[in-house]
């Protein structure tokens, strides 16, 4: 069984679009989050989700937002697709909740291409 | 502002050798620090976490050393093989409560 499975793996879309990727764990994790991973492979850190307390970095446009529909699933969704949202997005989970220790567990990522 | 550095050069170290990948950082006081590995087209995997009050962490061919005063993890690999090619990455916590990457390293083992 995939541990952090998300869909779909490539996303091809124009800009102005809005769209959704969708993240599953099943490890029975309290803490969520999303990655992106841009063109020079930088991976950054955009949202953690725990108990329904979301913290967002402070660089993330508010066209991103996270949802979650329970504890196993963290969706994100983008409105206005601009050609710099163009990246691998990483959805990742753990078990602290606090991210002080512990591993974090990642899925395959979604390649996003705005055109 | 806070940095981690490693270096994104491809390291080419021949198959059998030991290879090592230096991790450096600015401005953190890290309780631990963790290295991944990823390969091409795939998510990062989680390889050993080493704490502050440590020094050095074994699993199997893989060693990692933490010096919070030179503020330098190494992360050695032992008998390399080619299968161990890929990126690898350091980490600490970071903003939003997840966590910080330095850009990786590229290892390339050459048989």
């Known amino acids: ?115 | 502002s806070q940095k981690i550095e490693q270096n994104s050069e491809a390291l080419n170290i021949q198959e059998g050798k030991t290879a090592t990948l230096t991790c450096n950082y600015t401005n953190y006081s890290p309780a631990y620090l963790q290295w991944y590995r990823q390969d091409p087209g795939r998510g990062p995997v989680f390889l050993l976490l080493i704490r502050e009050n440590e020094k050095e962490k074994r699993k199997e061919r893989l060693k990692v050393t933490f010096d919070t005063t030179l503020k330098q993890s190494l992360f050695h690999i032992t008998a390399s093989q080619p299968a161990d090619s890929a990126t690898y990455l350091c980490a600490l916590r970071g903003g939003a409560d997840g966590l910080t990457f330095g850009k990786g390293t590229h290892l390339i083992i050459q048989p």
């Open chain 1, 1 to 115: 069984d995939t541990a952090v499975s998300q869909t779909p793996k490539y996303l091809v879309t124009q800009m102005g679009n809005d769209k959704s990727i969708k993240c599953e764990q099943n490890l029975g994790h309290d803490t969520m989050y999303w990655y992106k991973q841009d063109s020079k492979k930088f991976l950054k850190i955009m949202f953690s989700y725990n108990n329904k307390e979301l913290i967002i970095n402070e660089t993330v446009p508010n066209r991103f937002s996270p949802k979650s529909p329970d504890k196993a699933h963290l969706n994100l969704h983008i409105n206005s697709l601009e050609l710099g949202d163009s990246a691998v997005y990483f959805c990742a989970s753990s078990q602290d909740p606090t991210a002080r220790a512990g591993e974090q567990y990642f899925g395959p990522g979604t390649r996003l291409t705005v055109t």
